[in-house]
């Protein structure tokens, strides 16, 4: 979701409010956030991409991959929970960091520009939460499906046992 994140400022505003930032620099293959970290901090990507991953048994399960201009980091930053996944820079990248305290310094120096950053912080929560509900309703439909499959097999199997 490129540019939803700073849609709402203009370009000098994008410009003040990267400057509250500190930029960093991540080999490829570096983590970025570590699973259960508890640091808030916000990453914007300047250049570059990076996999946010979790683990299910020894599967890696990759949940999203982020190019120039995402924002990811956002649960933490809003709440201060442990970080629920991994994300790892793909390819040598540049980040934006924003600590949470660094916000709130913001905040009070700097409502207006503050209050725009976070209707286009918002516009990515929306469209990420409606990107789940989509994926949730496939995955529950593939569920249902999976099960009627499983049904009619365990019946076909009955009248034909020695099909296996």
Not at 88 to 106: G, Y
Request: net charge negative; charged share 30%; with cysteine.
């Amino acid at each position: 979701m490129p540019n939803l994140f700073f849609e709402h400022l203009t370009s000098e505003e994008k410009d003040e409010f990267l400057a509250c930032c500190d930029s960093e620099l991540y080999r490829k293959d570096a983590p970025i956030i570590l699973k259960d970290d508890t640091n808030r901090d916000l990453f914007v990507i300047k250049s570059g991409s990076a996999t946010a991953a979790d683990s299910w048994d020894e599967d890696v399960v990759p949940l999203a991959i982020f190019a120039e201009g995402d924002v990811f980091g956002e649960m933490s930053f809003i709440d201060g929970s442990p970080r629920s996944a991994t994300v790892i820079a793909n390819e040598d990248s540049i980040l934006h960091r924003m600590s949470f305290d660094r916000f709130q310094k913001l905040m009070d120096e700097k409502p207006k520009l503050a209050a725009r950053f976070l209707m286009g912080f918002m516009r990515v929560l929306v469209k990420r939460l409606q990107f789940t509900d989509q994926t949730f309703t496939t995955l529950a439909v593939m569920n249902r499906e999976l099960k009627k499959n499983t049904v009619e097999f365990r019946k076909a199997m009955l009248i034909h046992p020695g099909n296996e």
